[in-house]
T-cell receptor
Framework: ETGVTQSPTHLIKTRGQQVTLRCSSQSGHNTVSWYQQALGQGPQFIFQ???????GRGNFPPRFSGLQFPNYSSELNVNALELDDSALYLC???????????????FGPGTRLTVL | GNSVTQMEGPVTLSEEAFLTINCTYT??????LFWYVQYPGEGLQLLLK?????DKGSNKGFEATYRKETTSFHLEKGSVQVSDSAVYFC?????????????FGKGTMLLVSP
């Protein structure tokens, strides 16, 4: 069974640029959540996708957007990058995310984004 | 909203010492509680969980008990090893209008020396 994978591992961008991060969910999982982990902080929830639709969103501006594909893999897009967007971006997959009680989330290794 | 507060680190211990990392939470309803561990350069791994009051989660010698009366979920281990050096995150599940996610504390770094 393949776990959650993310690409790329590291990325360096400059202010104002756009970035796309990718996540492949664990086999059998239909829900993907994205988190931002700033240096020295705990992960913060960005949004969740369930069966290709945004299912919930944290306190992040609209320039953070996402997609989920029919195979349940997902992308996180960030437009107009700011210095404060520098962080580790974590993807987590789980099953049956909509209208159900908590199901364990399995995390990928993350993508380290540096904005200069 | 819901929140998690952890003791600040780093916690520095010698091998075989007893470990306690404090965690308290604020939540409406009855969340599930979790401890995650993050090794350097890696993502998060679930260490243990408890889904209701008085439940004890345990794994790899680590334990934590869901205490509703004190809103706490302190992590303990009787004898730490150098390989336990990592950052530990306490988290709770948020049930939010048809979906659920995790709210994390800021993390506590544990450094174990030989």
């Amino acid at each position: 069974e393949t776990g959650v994978t993310q690409s790329p591992t590291h990325l360096i961008k400059t202010r104002g640029q756009q970035v796309t991060l990718r996540c492949s969910s664990q086999s059998g999982h239909n829900t993907v959540s994205w988190y931002q982990q700033a240096l020295g902080q705990g992960p913060q929830f960005i949004f969740q996708y369930y069966r290709e639709e945004e299912n919930g969103r944290g306190n992040f501006p609209p320039r953070f957007s996402g997609l989920q594909f029919p195979n349940y893999s997902s992308e996180l897009n960030v437009n107009a990058l700011e210095l404060d967007d520098s962080a580790l971006y974590l993807c987590a997959s789980s099953s049956d995310g909509a209208g159900s009680s908590y199901n364990e989330q399995f995390f990928g290794p993350g993508t380290r984004l540096t904005v200069l | 909203g819901n929140s998690v507060t952890q003791m600040e680190g780093p916690v520095t211990l010698s091998e075989e010492a007893f470990l306690t990392i404090n965690c308290t939470y604020t939540a409406t309803g009855y969340p599930s509680l979790f401890w995650y561990v993050q090794y350097p350069g890696e993502g998060l791994q679930l260490l243990l969980k408890a889904t209701k009051a008085d439940d004890k989660g345990s794994n790899k010698g680590f334990e934590a008990t869901y205490r509703k009366e004190t809103t706490s979920f302190h992590l303990e281990k009787g004898s730490v090893q150098v390989s336990d050096s990592a950052v530990y995150f306490c988290a709770l599940s948020d049930e939010l209008g048809g979906y659920s996610t995790l709210t994390f504390g800021k993390g506590t770094m544990l450094l174990v020396s030989p």
